[in-house]
C-alpha cells in the first residue's frame, strides 16, 4: 500500500512540478488559453453542485487562481492552488507543503477539508509567509463526479 501512495504521489508531483515558479497566477491565465479557463469555470460549477448536494455551502471554487496542466481520464481539469511561493527563500529554499485531498472518490469529507483550507489561508496570509504550500483538492475528479462515488 505504502508503495501505490508513494508512487501516486511522484506522479502527480511530477505533474505539477512544472509551474511552481509562476505563483499567484494560473497556467491558464499565463497561457491565456479561453478553453481552459472555461474548463474551470465547468469544473468549479460541478463543486459546487456537490458542495450543494451534500450540504456544504459555498464552495468558493471561482475565487482562487487555479493552476491547471492536465485533465483526467473524462476531461475534467486536475488544478491545484499555490500558496506562498518559492522566491525569497534562501540557498536552501522555502519550507515546502503539498497537500492531496479527493484521492478516493468515495471519500468524500476529504475534499470539503480541502477547500476549508484553502478558506483559511487565503485569510491568514501569514501563515505562509516565508513557506509554499500547493493545495490539490480533487486529484480523482472522475470517480468524485459519478452520481455514486466510487474508488
Known sequence: MLRVVFGMSIFIILG???????????????SGSTTASSAMTAYCDKIDQSFKK????D????????????NSVQGD???WVV??????????????????????GDEITPVKFCFDIMAHMNSHKE???????????????????KKRPTR
Open 77 to 79: 481539469p486536475l488544478p
Open 54 to 57: 451534500y450540504g456544504w455551502g
Open 127 to 145: 501563515l505562509y509567509q516565508n513557506r509554499m504550500v500547493l493545495v490539490a483538492p480533487l486529484v480523482n475528479p472522475d470517480s468524485f463526479f
Open 83 to 104: 500558496f506562498g511561493g518559492e522566491s525569497g527563500g534562501d540557498e536552501r529554499g522555502k519550507d515546502s507543503t503539498i497537500i492531496f485531498c479527493g484521492i478516493h
Open 16 to 30: 505539477y512540478s512544472s509551474s511552481f515558479g509562476q505563483t499567484g497566477e494560473s497556467v491558464n491565465e499565463i
Open 59 to 70: 464552495s468558493g471554487c471561482h475565487s482562487y487562481k487555479w493552476n491547471h496542466v492536465r
